[in-house]
């Protein structure tokens, strides 16, 4: 069923015509399940994976022709890994240089959150952070729109304050600032006026510039962006936990 659906948007995306999203819906089966979708995930991994997550988004998205069922509960969380699988490798160690991509795999999780609920564990949280800001080059302005919603629906405000100090900044964000820090830096985050030089000196192969210093930026560029959420959506105070 999904394969006839990827098809179906391929042909109509390289017409010369626009893509209406009406006429896509006319090309989809009259009722189907969580279970037909994730069952067939295997039988279009032939086709680019913006085909099927744009498939994928204009099935969830007509949620009235599906019917639930006892397998939802495993097709949803199927259907989220795959999603999210493909946003784990544009925010990882690399750039991500598919926001197009980001955007489809957001969308598609959104219309999962909205309606099912599937379960997202901390790391699925702080890489859907990595695309709350639109400025940034691996997302855009829908992907932004998506990936808050994705947050707010999934964290209460009791819960979102514990995420933030407990995953987001002792978890994730100090590890990273504690491997890129030297004795030029204070506990707080702030230059240091005396810096150890003889550490740095006389410690073989470093320098004033680590190298773990200069590649975080590089490796998990991503972190800034989960940072600025984490400030911007702290009620004051807790950003203090990070010292």
């Excluded at 015509?17 to 090309?27: C, H, K, Q, T």
Aim: glycine letters at 4%; proline letters at 5%.
């Amino acid at each position: 069923m999904l394969s006839d659906v990827v098809e179906a948007l391929r042909r109509a995306t390289s017409s010369s015509l626009e893509f209406n999203i009406d006429r896509g819906a006319s090309d989809l089966p009259e009722r189907y399940t969580l279970t037909d979708l994730a069952r067939d995930l295997p039988e279009v991994e032939h086709f680019p994976p913006i085909s099927t997550l744009s498939a994928l988004s204009l099935c969830l998205g007509n949620a009235e022709r599906i019917d639930q069922g006892p397998q939802d509960h495993e097709s949803i969380a199927q259907l989220s890994s795959h999603a999210l699988g493909l946003l784990n490798s544009s925010s990882g160690p690399l750039l991500n240089t598919d926001p197009a991509l980001a955007e489809q795999a957001l969308d598609v999780l959104r219309s999962l959150v909205v309606r099912f609920s599937p379960s997202l564990d901390d790391q699925d949280l702080i890489v859907i952070a990595a695309y709350t800001d639109r400025k940034r080059t691996w997302t855009t302005v829908n992907a932004e729109h998506s990936a808050r919603e994705i947050l707010e629906r999934s964290l209460d405000d009791v819960q979102k304050q514990a995420f933030i100090t407990s995953v987001v900044l002792e978890g994730f964000i100090r590890p990273i600032f504690s491997r890129a820090s030297s004795s030029r830096i204070t506990s707080t985050g702030r230059k240091a006026h005396f810096a150890d030089d003889g550490q740095d000196r006389f410690t073989p192969g470093a320098s004033a510039d680590t190298e773990d210093a200069k590649s975080w930026k590089t490796t998990q560029p991503h972190a800034i962006t989960v940072f600025s959420w984490a400030v911007e959506q702290s009620h004051v105070g807790h950003t203090s936990d990070i010292k």
